[in-house]
């Protein structure tokens, strides 16, 4: 069964980089029509897609974050990763890495999410 | 950008309500739409893709319709595992956007 793990740093000072990598076990990351995405959530907010990366590092970003935001993938270790440079007490959030299906269009299958804190 | 506009955002109903949610879309998506159901301190659940197929595992008293700008979420007879926020999501052309949520409450 799918599962994707996304362990956090918890607490990053403003200004500077937030890292994240979310680890795929149970199906292969080079499968044909997987997509793997980062969404955030603040708290009490809806959520936010932040990117999503294809297993050839094709890579899609919401418009509002791409100056900020690095997607990357190491299909050798199955693993795909966020930085979001330069952040803010509003980059506080639940980050998630969900999987999407291209067949669906839609994320099928969502890590449990971590809670980044920003703040000095 | 393609913006998402729930409504309502807060629901009230009561166990056994036919329940109906809306999200429009600020430009056409065909039927590009996902609904989500989220309880506190958990992961979005997918229940419905491409705005009316249902996920596997999902009961059948939900159900989605729409194309193009105007989509509904229906939960048929609510149930009290039912009582969460729900989120419609485009995802087209590689970009997505959530609406904003509508939770339903105990009536």
């Known amino acids: 069964q799918l599962q994707l793990q996304e362990p956090g740093p918890g607490l990053v000072k403003p200004s500077e980089t937030l890292s994240l990598t979310c680890t795929v076990s149970g199906d292969a990351i080079s499968t044909s029509g997987y997509y793997w995405g980062w969404i955030r959530q603040p708290p009490g907010k809806a959520p936010e897609w932040i990117g999503s990366i294809y297993h050839s590092g094709s890579t899609y970003y919401n418009p509002s974050l791409k100056s900020r935001v690095t997607i990357s993938i190491d299909t050798s270790k199955s693993q795909f990763s966020l930085k979001l440079s330069s952040v803010t007490a509003a980059d506080t959030a639940v980050y998630y890495c969900?999987?999407?299906?291209?067949?669906?269009?839609?994320?099928?299958?969502w890590g449990r999410g971590t809670l980044v804190t920003v703040s000095s | 950008d393609i913006q998402m506009t729930q409504s309502p955002s807060t629901l009230s109903a009561s166990v056994g309500d036919r329940v109906t949610i809306t999200c429009r879309a600020s430009?056409?998506?065909?039927?590009?739409l996902a609904w989500f159901q989220q309880k506190p301190g958990k992961a979005p659940n997918l229940l419905i893709y491409?705005?009316?197929s249902l996920e596997s595992g999902v009961p059948s008293r939900f159900s989605g319709s729409g194309s193009g700008t105007e989509f509904t979420l229906t939960i048929s007879s609510l149930q009290p595992d039912d009582f969460a926020t729900y989120y419609c999501q485009q995802y087209n052309s590689y970009s997505g956007t959530f609406g904003q949520g509508t939770t339903v409450e105990v009536k």
């Open positions: 430009q056409s998506i065909s039927t590009s």
């Open positions: 969900p999987r999407l299906l291209a067949t669906k269009r839609a994320f099928d299958h």
């Open positions: 491409k705005a009316s």
